[in-house]
């Protein structure tokens, strides 16, 4: 046992704020306390404050597990170790090398992401990696990109919010998934200026001077919409625009068509209301607009953030001081997770994959040629759906990530990992895709190890090591530099100590879009959170990206031409609901974590489902019954709470919970064509009394 005789300054396991905080205690008795950061300022959610819990979990997995006789079984680790790698090799002998797939989380520090990028190209040699993150901000990631030329989700600080008079949150229910995030609107809320887009009156819509409340998947015609009432309103930023923006015209074109009136139609948005946030914006000394999932996870999630990027260089805010265009980041890491290549499409440094000059520099860091380097793979949901299947992945390792509860469609997911002829997954605790692996390694969890966090703003931060782990337990670097050396890779390409691979991920990210050559551990241990890019090691850090130019060859935004397309399912005679899916406040993502903290757990059990009391009663349905909820896809059973200020035609769903109560079992993977984002947020559905 280690006692902790000082408190360790560290920052918080769950979301994208990476709230500061400061565990103390012992193995056995840790705690944490709240702690000073520009994000939180000393505010903590329920999560964060019980974090401490995980700690100390009983379910904790110490030894690794083997399946024999279809049972998991405790097993040494070089007994297990072993094992995958005669497994892998023979697969990869037989089948070549994309016949192995690794599938990473938004969670893993920039550490984790970029070793199992590399374990996965030069190890494993395959092409097939990519994680969880295509499920959470990529359609703001590939937005951000084609009109910014970079995508660095909030391309200023958190607290530059609090000096705004209007913030737009389109899609983005901080006040439960970020409680603390709230404190930055206080001053637009206070001045009228909060407007929340979303088809749920949820926590966030009652902070709002303004609800917007659209049908789920019309949030890009609105946009569309408020774009055209922006410019025949005489709200046109015509100098912005003519100096630092291209591709006007084209776009225009798309939304001149519609109308208020026919934007009224098609979303439920009345035309006042339409009027009413325009104006709010327009006329905001200080004005940003930020979306989250509620816009993004969408089969049109990068055209529909396009849409409202298009409404924001209308009106002259992005690469100005005091207003913008940000994506609201959820996972822990999903900034950073998306930078160091375990991305199909990625290599270290933000770098695409298909660039020669991009391969050559990190083939350089690695020490091999640009040649020996695969290509880009599968996304996610395909790489999924591939699994067992001829031609797709035979193995799949499994890092960060619960893909049986949090991918769509997830009956189909279970039997596209029962096909495979090995399942491996590291975690800390048995996920219910760790039961279903044939072989689980159990590692170390955030307050157990050192590492570096991206979050939201793009801010680079230690998260730092304050216990020590369980007997049996080891790192995900660890890890993959076992089996590394097992596939016959030299040890020294795979260094297992964080601040060794931070070091090496500094020289890959070196001239990319997402340098971090001149951040150390030195820096980060002083006290510093330094904000991307950071170029040169006595570089202060860039807190406001796009202030000169944006990162296009001319410097310029670019406007794209979209236009609005529905849902990919939309209600019919048979399933004539919407379902839309989310978050509570007490759960996060696939609620693998929350579900074992007993203060989390008994505020939120069991599933539910929202629904307007007006639609239950023609179901049959009342308040508190259990009900199941139909798509084409499947089944989720969920008790029913009724929700007067929910839309008639709209039922919610969270997606924490496992088993029958999986909301993914009816979500639709329909995939945007350019983020490869699945629909989670519309499919449709209808509701049937659980006899
Ligand atoms: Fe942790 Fe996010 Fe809650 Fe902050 S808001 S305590 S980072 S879960």
């Given at each position: 046992m280690t006692a902790i005789a000082t408190a360790t300054a560290t920052h918080c396991p769950y979301c994208a704020l990476q709230c500061g905080m400061a565990v103390s205690g012992n193995e056995q008795a840790p705690r944490v306390d709240p702690r000073e950061f520009p994000t939180n300022r000393g505010g903590l959610c329920q999560k964060g404050w019980t974090a401490a819990s995980l700690l100390t979990t009983p379910g904790r997995l110490t030894t690794p597990l083997l399946r024999e006789d279809g049972v998991l079984r405790p097993v040494t680790w070089d007994i297990a170790l072993d094992f995958v790698a005669d497994k892998l090799r023979a697969l990869r002998a037989e089948h070549g090398p994309d016949s192995v797939a690794v599938f990473g989380g938004g969670g893993l520090t920039n550490e984790k992401s970029y070793l199992l990028g590399k374990f996965a190209r030069l190890a494993l040699g395959t092409s097939q990696i990519d994680y969880n993150g295509r499920f959470c901000m990529s359609s703001a990631a590939a937005a951000g990109n084609r009109a910014f030329g970079l995508d660095r989700g909030m391309p200023f600080p958190v607290t530059d919010l609090d000096t705004a008079d209007a913030v737009v949150l389109v899609g983005g229910n901080v006040a439960e998934t970020m409680p603390p995030f709230t404190q930055h609107l206080r001053q637009a809320a206070d001045r009228g200026g909060l407007i929340v887009i979303d088809p749920r009156r949820t926590a966030t819509a009652e902070l709002a001077s303004l609800h917007l409340q659209p049908a789920p998947g019309t949030d890009l015609c609105l946009a569309l919409g408020l774009l055209h009432l922006a410019v025949a309103d005489g709200h046109f930023a015509a100098d912005y625009v003519a100096t630092r923006t291209t591709g006007f015209e084209a776009a225009w074109r798309m939304a001149a068509r519609w109308w208020p009136e026919q934007v009224e139609r098609v979303t439920g948005v009345s035309v006042a209301d339409q009027r009413a946030a325009v104006r709010l914006l327009a006329q905001a000394g200080s004005a940003y607009v930020l979306t989250g999932r509620g816009a993004e996870q969408h089969a049109s999630g990068a055209d529909t953030v396009s849409a409202w990027i298009n409404l924001c260089l209308a009106l002259g805010l992005p690469g100005v001081a005091g207003s913008g265009y940000g994506c609201l980041t959820g996972q822990g890491n999903g900034q950073g997770g998306r930078e160091h290549g375990q991305k199909a499409d990625q290599l270290p440094g933000y770098r695409m994959i298909a660039d020669p000059a991009a391969r050559a520099h990190v083939a350089g860091v690695w020490g091999v040629g640009p040649d020996e380097l695969p290509g880009p793979g599968r996304s996610a949901y395909e790489l999924l759906d591939a699994l067992g299947q001829p031609g797709g992945p035979k193995a799949m390792l499994v890092f960060g990530s619960n893909v049986l509860v949090s991918a769509p469609r997830s009956n189909r997911i279970a039997e596209r990992l029962d096909a495979l002829e090995l399942l491996v997954v590291a975690d800390f605790v048995l996920s219910e895709t760790a039961a279903r692996a044939d072989v689980v390694f159990p590692v170390t969890q955030w307050a157990e190890e050192d590492g570096t966090m991206t979050n939201l703003e793009g801010r680079v931060l230690l998260r730092r090591k304050a216990l020590t782990p369980p007997l049996g337990v080891r790192g995900d670097q660890d890890l993959l530099a076992e089996l590394a050396i097992r596939l016959?890779?030299?040890?020294?390409?795979?260094?297992?100590e964080a601040e060794t691979v931070f070091t090496e991920l500094r020289a890959a990210s070196k001239g990319g879009p997402a340098d971090y050559s001149g951040i150390d551990y030195d820096r980060l241990r002083a006290g510093e959170a330094l904000y991307w890019p950071v170029p040169e090691n006595d570089h202060p850090g860039t807190p406001r990206m796009f202030l000169e130019r944006f990162n296009t060859p001319d410097g310029r935004a670019r406007f794209i031409p979209v236009d609005h397309r529905g849902p990919a399912e939309a209600p019919d005679a048979d399933f004539p609901l919407y379902a839309t899916t989310g978050r509570v406040l007490q759960h996060y993502q696939s609620g693998a974590q929350t579900r074992l903290v007993p203060e989390l757990n008994d505020a939120v059990p069991t599933m539910f489902v929202e629904v307007h009391p007006d639609t239950a009663a023609r179901a049959g349905l009342e308040d508190a019954c259990w009900a199941r909820v139909i798509s084409r896809r499947g089944t989720v059973l969920a008790q029913v709470r009724t929700v007067p200020s929910l839309r008639t035609d709209t039922v919610f769903l969270p997606f924490h919970f496992p088993g029958d109560q999986r909301a993914n079992l009816i979500t639709n993977p329909a995939l945007d064509p350019t983020s490869r984002m699945p629909e989670f947020k519309v499919c449709a559905v209808r509701l049937e009394a659980l006899s």
């Open positions: 016959g890779q030299p040890a020294e390409r795979f260094p297992t």
